[in-house]
């Protein structure tokens, strides 16, 4: 863990279910340091998460107090202290709604912020709305949906600097339960992608949503009967879920300017399908987008 020669102006923390990832970050916006681990809100008690905190942040810290905002699941009913939902459409963070966690050690002011919240259909996000808001301070004067690949896949649909609605997709689960704990498990094997494969299963996926679930298990007849390729098996699982995802979000990304936020790998696949239907989309990086998202809510803290 390495020990800055001043204190950071401030600290931003991207809290998940699985992982903790903070970064110290000094005048100008100037990413100073970064350290991780694997405390995530779904191994922590209450009680534990100021300590899981102070690991990776402490040798960071100076005599006087140091402002922590943080996003994502910390704020859940089940974190360090909820943060209630704000409903939509609204902008994507507010500093009015940040919520002060109960932290002991004097060094730290730690402010969680909300996620959002939408009625009909019922729904809501914890984290993306962050990005959502980092990639406005980006591109100010966007207006179109982002798309943001992950466990689970938010479509935000953003106007006049709001978001007006949203809808999830389940597909990186999905992805992660059949490939690891389904019949499949035994077709796929290592982390290449068949690009071919993935091509052929989106396209089927997209014109004959319906057939998903005969098509997911003709995988595992295929590879018994003519020996599919593990590379080929997985392009075509991501195919066809992303495949599905996209028939059921057409309306989100027909003839509308798409920009996605996420990781890499993600993204490029994402950008591939919209691609081959003839909507070429923008990509963020979700940790760009995520810093400077708690960014805009520094002066709602700041004296």
């Not at 006049?160 to 949203?166: D, L, S, T």
């Not at 027909?254 to 923008?282: D, H, K, T």
Request: proline share 9%; charged share 15%.
């Amino acid at each position: 863990m390495s020990i800055l020669p001043s204190p950071p102006r401030w600290i931003a923390a991207d809290w998940g279910t699985s992982n903790l990832r903070v970064r110290a970050v000094g005048p100008g916006g100037q990413v100073l340091a970064e350290a991780e681990s694997e405390e995530g809100m779904g191994s922590l008690a209450p009680e534990a998460f100021e300590p899981a905190l102070l690991r990776l942040v402490g040798p960071w810290l100076g005599p006087g107090v140091t402002p922590v905002l943080a996003a994502g699941m910390v704020g859940a009913r089940q974190g360090w202290v909820e943060a209630p939902y704000r409903a939509v459409p609204c902008a994507p963070l507010a500093a009015g709604g940040l919520v002060r966690a109960p932290a002991r050690d004097p060094r730290i002011a730690v402010f969680i912020a909300p996620g959002l919240s939408q009625a009909k259909p019922a729904d809501v996000m914890r984290g993306e709305e962050t990005q959502i808001a980092g990639a406005l301070a980006l591109h100010p004067d966007f207006d179109g949906v982002f798309c943001l690949p992950g466990t689970h896949s938010k479509w935000a649909r953003v106007s006049a600097g709001e978001v007006v609605g949203f809808q999830t997709y389940m597909t990186g689960e999905l992805f992660a339960l059949l490939s690891r704990q389904s019949v499949l498990r035994h077709s796929l094997g290592g982390e290449e992608t068949d690009e071919a494969a993935f091509d052929e299963a989106l396209s089927d996926a997209l014109s004959r949503p319906e057939r998903g679930a005969a098509k997911l298990f003709s995988i595992r007849a295929e590879s018994l009967l003519t020996g599919l390729a593990p590379a080929a098996a997985r392009g075509r699982l991501s195919g066809l879920l992303i495949g599905m995802e996209l028939a059921g979000a057409r309306p989100w990304w027909l003839g509308q300017r798409v920009m996605l936020i996420g990781s890499p790998g993600l993204c490029a696949a994402y950008a591939r399908a919209l691609a081959a239907q003839g909507n070429p989309a923008e990509t963020l990086p979700a940790a760009a987008c995520s810093l400077a998202g708690l960014a805009t809510l520094l002066p709602g803290i700041e004296p």
